[in-house]
């Protein structure tokens, strides 16, 4: 899983950051740049297209979902190649609860009455595609047998639900039926729970991912009739029974009478199946924009058709299931506290070839690259760790608990983490997380080429975001969505996701699988071999660096862009809640950050004390832990981060300064007053932590 709204394709708007010639290596001294330069440029050769396609054909043989034998065997192998390298490895296990389906029925009961087949049949030439497979249900629905009339609600927005209600119609006591997109599918099932329906199906609208997209598999990449999007309703991050703390021996757990979870049956559709519904309703017309891809006009209903949605699973019984995060680990030899993270998931809905083995790949194959370097002599200052996590297709399972379980370790030590998800399954380069670390990941893609032969991956990235001259490649915002969550929203550690993306429609479906990858999404895993390249030389780069290489430049310059946005929201609501203190503190840290920058090339221009690097670096590690605060957001206290978080009515879209904007969406004046003020100063004790970094570096 990984947040499905792009942005990587617009431009940084006003973004004037410019573009240097030739870069120096930031933070370090010149003897050091040398000797990284000569690493990082025989390291990132290592990564292979034949090893990673036999590493995403042996990992995507069988279907893996969390909690089965499939999985455990996928940790095993995962254990077998780290330890095969020479690599030390670890293993964390956490008992979560997890209930796995053990049957789902959808019946039309009428008009002429049908069971609909929801298993994804074989494809011809796919042998993949004849594999057990997982229910077609999401995960963490609830149990239940209902049987009802339906009603389309478009995406099952909360607008959605708004314009229902100027229709004059309910979904109170009514099955709805609702399009993927747009939205987190767990927001879809909260609000059609929240709105009185006893039942929720979620289809794949050929608009959004199927034939009006492209050819359908197998003739091409998009989704087929049969094909189904899994996945998760959990709206929190983490095992639902122990909500903010680890799921270690012996934690106490909450009941499922009060976890946060959906009571009322969720199943996804194909839209085959979808068409066996939606193609019989009456009742209102939609409005146009409610209108999807199917040959016919849609209707809202309610009825005539009216549905029987089954769904049991195993909570009664089993309903706790073991997960399984891996850890591959080379030791620093200069600063062995400080952590060096990348991480993926290595669980997924079917054989999950996309989602997420190229993530784990990546992650296999960069590590793979430095045990050779650690061969040939390299030694990392700081100590590296290759994570593939568990349960993430649930709610971010195996990522969160680790980090709520080693939270204090991580605060204080963590100085970056790298997230694979979805790393290659086409050809177009895409990349988001904290902008202090966008401008070293930006000098990395310069030094690895371009699988098209024609470039280094930036330069194709900015030829294909037609980036004009003097601006950069814009990069997302991390809001949510995948396993950097327990690192950035709830610890504040900075991060960075990164992958080559296309046209694609088995996302979450049994046709993501080996096959499809071999047609489709990365033809010869060259787009693999890129990707674990990025890693490798990020790894290096962050664990080597004399001086951490964050930049707080474009950090703040980032940031100022969304004050005016918070300023017309204001005038919006004729409130008198001036932004002028907060805009002040992001100026302070731009200067901060900007005498930062000086000191250190200064610094590194000469000879720097090693208790000197030692202690500027434990002081720039505090600058973005900085910007959250304990007590969190007022309605998530886990989500301790100030300045990106997923919107909580949508899931997917990435909201900024969420305390602030949050505030304006309650209508809250006097908070939204507080809370300007508030990140002020929190962005005032980020420029001091920088402060204190500079004055450490200079030795005064
Ligand atoms: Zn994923």
């Known amino acids: 899983m990984r947040t499905r709204v792009l942005s990587s394709l617009l431009l940084c708007a006003g973004a004037a950051t410019t573009v240097a010639a030739q870069q120096p290596m930031v933070g370090f001294t010149a003897a050091d740049a040398a000797r990284e330069r000569?690493?990082?440029?025989?390291?990132?050769?290592?990564?292979?297209?034949?090893?990673?396609?036999?590493?995403?054909?042996?990992?995507?043989?069988?279907?893996?979902?969390?909690?089965?034998?499939?999985?455990?065997?996928?940790?095993?192998?995962?254990?077998?190649?780290?330890?095969?390298?020479?690599?030390?490895?670890?293993?964390?296990?956490?008992?979560?609860?997890?209930?796995?389906?053990?049957?789902?029925?959808?019946?039309?009961?009428?008009?002429?009455?049908?069971?609909?087949?929801?298993?994804e049949p074989p494809v011809a030439g796919d042998p993949s595609s004849r594999l057990a497979q997982y229910p077609t249900v999401n995960g963490y629905s609830g149990q239940g047998d209902v049987t009802a009339d339906v009603v389309y609600v478009n995406y099952g927005l909360i607008e959605d639900y708004a314009q229902l209600d100027s229709m004059g119609v309910s979904v109170k006591g009514k099955i709805a039926i609702a399009r993927y997109g747009r939205s987190f599918r767990g927001i879809k099932a909260r609000e059609a729970e929240k709105h009185g329906a006893v039942g929720l199906l979620i289809y794949s609208d050929p608009q959004d991912d199927g034939y009006v997209a492209g050819d359908v598999y197998p003739n091409g990449p998009m989704r087929n009739?049969?094909?189904?999007?899994?996945?998760?309703?959990?709206?929190?991050?983490?095992?639902?029974?122990?909500?903010?703390?680890?799921?270690?021996?012996?934690?106490?757990?909450?009941?499922?009478?009060?976890m946060n979870i959906a009571h009322i049956p969720v199943v996804p559709l194909s839209y085959g199946n979808a068409t066996e519904l939606l193609e019989y309703m009456t009742g209102p017309s939609v409005p146009r924009s409610w209108q999807g891809g199917?040959?016919?006009?849609?209707?809202?209903?309610?009825?005539?058709?009216?549905?029987?949605?089954?769904?049991?699973?195993?909570?009664?019984?089993?309903?706790?299931?073991?997960?399984?995060?891996?850890?591959?680990?080379?030791?620093?030899?200069?600063?062995?506290?400080?952590?060096?993270?990348?991480?993926?998931?290595?669980?997924?809905?079917?054989?999950?070839?996309?989602?997420?083995?190229?993530?784990?790949?990546?992650?296999?194959?960069?590590?793979?690259?430095?045990?050779?370097?650690?061969?040939?002599?390299?030694?990392?200052?700081?100590t590296l760790v290759f994570a593939t996590w568990d349960a993430e297709e649930w709610g971010l399972i195996g990522s969160t608990e680790y980090v709520e379980d080693d939270s204090l370790r991580l605060s204080r030590n963590a100085v970056a983490y790298f997230n694979q998800d979805e790393a290659a399954q086409?050809?177009?380069?895409?990349?988001?997380?904290?902008?202090?670390?966008?401008?070293?990941?930006?000098?990395?893609?310069?030094?690895?080429?371009?699988?098209?032969?024609?470039?280094?991956?930036?330069?194709?990235?900015?030829?294909?975001?037609?980036?004009?001259?003097?601006?950069?490649?814009?990069?997302?915002?991390?809001?949510?969505?995948?396993?950097?969550?327990?690192?950035?929203n709830h610890l504040g550690i900075p991060i960075l996701d990164w992958g080559f993306g296309g046209p694609s429609?088995?996302?979450?479906?049994?046709?993501?699988?080996?096959?499809?990858?071999?047609?489709?999404?990365?033809?010869?895993?060259q787009y693999h071999a890129a990707a674990a390249r990025i890693g490798t030389a990020m790894m290096l780069r962050l664990a080597n660096a004399d001086i951490l290489p964050?930049?707080?430049?474009?950090?703040?310059?980032?940031?100022?862009?969304?004050?005016?946005?918070?300023?017309?929201?204001?005038?919006?609501?004729?409130?008198?809640?001036?932004?002028?203190?907060?805009?002040?503190?992001?100026?302070?840290?731009?200067?901060?950050?900007?005498?930062?920058?000086?000191?250190?090339d200064s610094a590194l221009a000469g000879t720097v004390p090693a208790a000197t690097l030692g202690?500027?670096?434990?002081?720039?590690?505090?600058v973005e832990r900085a910007l959250t605060r304990p007590e969190g957001l007022k309605n998530r206290p886990w989500f301790r981060n100030l300045i990106y978080v997923a919107d909580e009515d949508n899931g997917y879209a990435n909201m900024v300064f969420p305390t602030v904007n949050e505030a304006i969406r309650a209508n809250d004046e006097t908070l939204t007053r507080s809370e300007i003020a508030d990140l002020a100063a929190h962005f005032d004790r980020a420029a001091s932590a920088l402060d204190a970094a500079t004055r450490t570096l200079r030795g005064r």
């Open 38 to 119: 000569a690493v990082e440029t025989n390291a990132i050769q290592r990564p292979s297209a034949q090893s990673a396609a036999t590493l995403s054909k042996d990992l995507s043989r069988e279907t893996h979902v969390s909690g089965t034998p499939a999985q455990a065997r996928t940790r095993d192998y995962v254990i077998a190649q780290l330890k095969k390298w020479g690599i030390d490895t670890d293993v964390k296990t956490f008992d979560v609860w997890m209930p796995h389906a053990t049957s789902v029925h959808v019946t039309r009961v009428s008009p002429k009455p049908k069971e609909l087949s929801l298993a």
């Open 225 to 258: 009739s049969a094909g189904v999007q899994r996945g998760s309703i959990l709206n929190d991050d983490g095992d639902p029974s122990t909500p903010g703390y680890p799921s270690t021996a012996g934690a106490p757990r909450l009941t499922p009478d009060k």
């Open 294 to 382: 199917l040959p016919f006009h849609y209707h809202v209903g309610p009825g005539p058709v009216r549905v029987r949605e089954a769904v049991t699973d195993d909570r009664a019984t089993k309903a706790m299931k073991p997960i399984y995060d891996t850890f591959g680990i080379v030791r620093g030899s200069e600063f062995p506290d400080e952590l060096v993270i990348v991480g993926g998931h290595r669980d997924a809905w079917g054989p999950g070839t996309g989602d997420n083995i190229s993530g784990t790949v990546s992650i296999l194959e960069a590590a793979h690259a430095v045990a050779d370097e650690l061969k040939a002599g390299m030694r990392p200052k700081r």
């Open 426 to 488: 086409g050809s177009q380069f895409n990349a988001s997380g904290s902008p202090s670390l966008r401008p070293t990941l930006r000098d990395v893609a310069r030094l690895v080429p371009d699988p098209n032969g024609q470039g280094s991956v930036y330069s194709e990235w900015r030829k294909a975001a037609k980036v004009p001259n003097g601006q950069e490649p814009a990069m997302g915002d991390p809001g949510g969505g995948s396993d950097f969550a327990g690192f950035y």
């Open 505 to 525: 429609g088995i996302y979450h479906s049994q046709y993501d699988d080996y096959t499809w990858m071999t047609k489709f999404g990365d033809t010869g895993f």
């Open 550 to 600: 964050y930049d707080y430049v474009e950090y703040a310059q980032t940031m100022r862009r969304y004050v005016a946005p918070v300023d017309r929201l204001v005038a919006q609501h004729h409130w008198t809640a001036p932004t002028t203190a907060l805009s002040a503190s992001i100026d302070r840290l731009e200067q901060a950050g900007a005498a930062f920058n000086a000191a250190r």
């Open 615 to 622: 202690q500027t670096n434990q002081a720039l590690v505090q």
